[in-house]
């Protein structure tokens, strides 16, 4: 399992020994082992449930791949003495194939235990775990059979910049950096752990201090602080596209809520009683608000914004066709010891939309055949549709519509399905395939970044390929089953 390059290098790659004592190897360097797979799903488990943790509380899943490489070089490197930058890349390939069910898994599936505590539709928690589990996989193996066959054209021809791939490929090539990394990184994880003992010591499972209420402000500006580590440790990874997360809750609460107050109805703002009584609103209660305007506002942003993506994106799924086009019809030269084989790719497309077609059908009971395959097939084409377009939005921006694009899956096999949002088996069925569809795209974008840092270190695509698909199917068994 090494790469079939002979090369000749001097260092003490793999063989324990010092730099004052060089070694001089001769064959080749040590790529896809099973020391880097090993590695790797295990880096990717611990990654995985630790995002997927903070995507829970959070709303939002950040990249794995960075926390990959950083982990997988300081053991590689600095516990087991191995320097190849290559193997350290299937190290980090596989990891974060692994990690990416954290943040598709993340945007589905907790909808249901959600919808649950509805009246009406307590049992769509009762979904059959083994075939979300397949599901997950098998959208999984679409995402990657469709974007593989991109790969020429998005890095090689276009070089879409893909900065995540660039940073991880950075981490790879310095010398030392990865070790140093991982020593802060294990550092900031002691550091989080401490504080959140003591949160938890002193202030209790219920640690929000209401400080609005503590200095006799108005209930409406909602203002209640928990000290969160993990928050503000998101906060340095995603940077300023982090900001509007915060702004969105300050601008309900700090400009509608007063607004509202001011000039709704006495519904919402509450009234005064002509014996001078105070009958409290909506506005006056914060968590109600949250829940019967704010969140569907919010949802209904995220789904306009979404469908007005998808509109500002239609020239990039022009692009992306041509680039298919223009991908299949490199089949000769290098390319045959570059790729995976495309037959194998459009036969790994053919078998996953079969099965999709079985896992709808059989994932409710009232569901007719005719229907089941018209969801798994549409299901099908947004996978390639929606997989293109944030393969492509990751190459050029490091930003990915992963939720809007899960969300209008959901949206369109809910009216595919036509039992209504009422109907428990219609949820059931819609979410299960639109987990897969969000699994899908997903690794599709994760796969052309690790791609990119590829190319950039001089790893063997095929090899890269052969790695993610070694890693996507424990992502969905690890977290799906915690």
């Known amino acids: 399992m090494t790469t079939n390059n002979p090369c000749e290098s001097t260092g003490t790659e793999g063989t324990g020994g010092s730099s004052d004592s060089p070694v001089i190897r001769r064959g080749p360097y040590p790529e896809f082992t099973w020391t880097a797979v090993f590695i790797g799903w295990a880096i990717g488990a611990l990654i995985a449930v630790s995002i997927g943790y903070a995507a829970l509380i959070l709303g939002f899943a950040i990249e794995g791949s ?109 010398p030392g950096a990865g070790v140093r990394k991982a ?57 300023k596209g982090g900001f509007w997360f915060g702004a969105g809750g300050f601008i309900c609460y700090f400009l509608l809520s007063p607004l509202l107050s001011g000039f709704a109805g006495p519904e919402i703002a509450g009234v005064v009683t002509p014996e001078g009584g105070v009958v409290e609103g909506l506005v006056d209660q914060p968590s109600q608000m949250r829940n019967g305007i704010y969140k569907p506002l919010g949802i209904g942003m995220l789904v306009g914004a979404a469908i007005g993506g998808i509109v500002a994106a239609f020239p990039l799924i022009l692009s992306a066709m041509k680039s298919m086009h223009s991908a299949s019809k490199q089949v000769g030269g290098d390319i045959k010891n570059d790729e995976m084989p495309i037959r194998l790719l459009y036969g790994a497309i ?72 009422d109907n428990p088996e219609t949820i059931v069925c819609s ?42 199917w424990l992502g969905p068994v690890i977290v799906i089953g915690l």
Request: hydrophobic fraction near 55%; charged fraction near 10%; charge should be neutral.
């Open 66 to 174: 960075e926390l990959a490489a950083i982990l997988g070089w300081g053991l590689l490197r600095g516990v087991m003495r191995r320097t190849s930058i290559v193997e350290n890349n299937i190290n980090q390939t596989i990891a974060s194939a692994v990690n990416g069910a954290s943040s598709g898994i993340m945007f589905s599936v907790p909808a249901l235990f959600i919808l649950s505590r509805t009246q009406g539709l307590e049992s769509v928690a009762d979904f059959n775990v083994p075939l979300m589990i397949l599901a997950c996989i098998t959208g999984s193996v679409l995402g990657l059979a469709f974007v593989i066959p991109l790969r020429k054209q998005m890095i090689d021809f276009d070089r879409l910049a893909y900065p995540g791939g660039i940073a991880v490929a950075s981490i790879l090539k310095s």
């Open 431 to 472: 979410m299960l395939m639109g987990a897969a569809i969000c699994l899908a795209i997903s690794q599709a974008s994760d796969m052309m970044l690790d791609l990119k840092s590829g190319y950039l270190v001089g790893a063997i695509p095929r090899r890269q390929q052969l790695a993610q698909f070694a890693g996507v």
């Open 183 to 239: 020593v802060l990184l294990l550092g900031g994880a002691l550091f989080s752990g401490f504080v959140h003992l003591l949160v938890l010591t002193f202030m209790g499972e219920d640690g929000d201090w209401h400080a609005g209420e503590a200095f006799g402000l108005p209930a409406l500006l909602n203002i209640s602080l928990y000290l969160s580590v993990m928050t503000i440790g998101v906060g340095f990874l995603s940077g």
């Open 350 to 421: 053919g078998l996953g939309a079969l099965m999709m077609i079985w896992i709808a059908y059989t994932s409710v009971d009232n569901l007719s055949l005719g229907r089941a395959a018209a969801m798994a097939l549409l299901g099908t084409l947004w996978v390639w549709i929606a997989g293109v377009i944030v393969a492509e939005c990751v190459g050029r921006t490091n930003w990915s519509p992963l939720s809007g694009m899960t969300l209008i899956a959901v949206t369109i096999l809910i009216l595919i399905a036509k039992g209504g949002v």
